[in-house]
């Protein structure tokens, strides 16, 4: 692990100034990375700062943060709204593609931008905000007239910086929903701005009296601090129940060292590796991205070298909103008459059913 070596900051980083003269961007770069911070929004936080190697180019947490020129780069392929919520969106704020689950999006800002986000188009101080309070009553009285919507998934943005206040009277909307009886979080406060986690906050997480997740979003080991164990610790010791999320970037994990190791840093904090995602096809994003078949040797790497614990779901999210897909490792390949060559994690191949010697 690198130590940290960058000047610790008081407050979060919300400009390609403030990042520069947090030593953070060299002074040649910074007139033309402020062209991207006019575009995407841009804030690191204290913790992800003091996380982040200056002196080394290719910082694996700078990489996720910090505004890169290759984000003036637009494939045709990339999207504005890579994964379809518009399509999905009854009413504002509401996402519903699968039929017993909607997306929440009470609010469009982060502690932190990534680079990579796949609404980066909608997040940020001049993103879509957050709900008033009558499309609020409107998402809630989407979701009351739904009997089939059995989970509530907040998102955004990141619900975890709302205050507990704001948070809990969500929650306690939810409490009155009968047929709601799952709701989930997605976050990455946890990990980028762990002092959020406190008694209060997890209050309002569980005001709804249901059963509540927590899907943290962590990209690389090193996010894992001794701040950031804590705050997963208070989450789990709280009866919440903890799964993870993480997007698989070039330069940042795409590795199996680094992938296992952050895996096994989920399962020894109690996180259950959940969905590892392809990245989306955000716009300026395609320095972060690697090919399928390269995500899929990844995972079949991961197979057998760590805990059966430690392997996420490799996903891709099918764009223009047809919903995630299962992309998992190719092992296994029909030879015809039933029988198969399989492929094992060291790459060595077998025939199934074996043949009789
Ligand atoms: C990803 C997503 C979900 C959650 O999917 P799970 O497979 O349950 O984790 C729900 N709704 C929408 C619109 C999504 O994009
Ligand atoms: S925390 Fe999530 S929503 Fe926010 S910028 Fe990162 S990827 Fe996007």
């Keep these: 692990m690198n130590a940290p070596i960058a000047q610790p900051v008081a407050r979060s980083l919300k400009s390609v100034e403030d990042l520069h003269f947090a030593g953070l ?23 992800m700062a003091a996380l982040i190697d200056p002196t080394d180019v290719n910082d694996p947490i700078a ?71 009558s499309e609020m009553d409107a998402a809630f009285t989407y979701i009351a007239g739904h009997p089939e919507i059995w989970e509530v998934i907040l998102t955004g943005g990141d619900p975890l910086v709302l205050s507990p206040r704001r948070l809990r009277a969500i929650t306690e909307r939810l409490a009155a929903i009968e047929h709601i009886k799952i709701v989930r979080f997605h976050t990455r406060v946890p990990v980028v701005e762990p002092a959020r986690v406190d008694a209060s906050l997890i209050e309002a997480l569980k005001a709804s009296g249901k059963a509540v997740y927590v899907a943290l979003h962590a990209n690389h080991p090193r996010e894992f601090t001794e701040d950031a164990r804590r705050a997963c610790a208070r989450l789990v010791d709280a009866g919440i129940v903890m799964v993870s999320q993480s997007v698989l970037l070039k330069g940042v994990n795409d590795d199996v060292e680094t992938l296992a190791a952050l895996m096994r840093s989920f399962v020894e904090n109690r996180i259950k590796p959940y969905y590892l995602h392809h990245p989306d096809l955000a716009p300026g994003t395609s320095h972060l991205r690697l090919s399928i078949e390269e995500g899929q040797a990844l995972v079949g790497a991961l197979r057998g070298r760590v805990s059966g614990l430690c392997q996420p ?5 099918i764009p223009g909103g047809h919903g995630k897909t299962v992309v998992t490792a190719t092992t296994i390949e029909s030879q015809g ?19 009789a010697k």
């Design 25 to 47: 961007i060299a002074s040649e770069d910074a007139p033309s990375l402020a062209a991207i911070g006019d575009h995407y929004a841009v804030a690191v936080t204290p913790a």
């Design 63 to 133: 990489r996720q943060f910090i505004p890169d020129a290759a984000e003036l780069t637009r494939l045709p392929e990339e999207r504005d709204d890579p994964i379809g919520d518009g399509a999905h969106s009854p009413v504002a704020g509401i996402v519903h593609r699968y039929p017993d689950r909607v997306l929440l999006k009470a609010v469009h800002v982060c502690p932190v931008y990534c680079r990579f986000c796949f609404r980066r188009e909608m997040v940020g101080p001049q993103g879509l905000g957050t709900l008033t309070l």
């Design 313 to 317: 779901t490799y996903i891709l999210d």
């Design 337 to 355: 008459g039933g029988c198969y060559t399989v492929t094992d994690f060291r790459g060595q191949e077998h025939t199934y059913p074996p043949v």
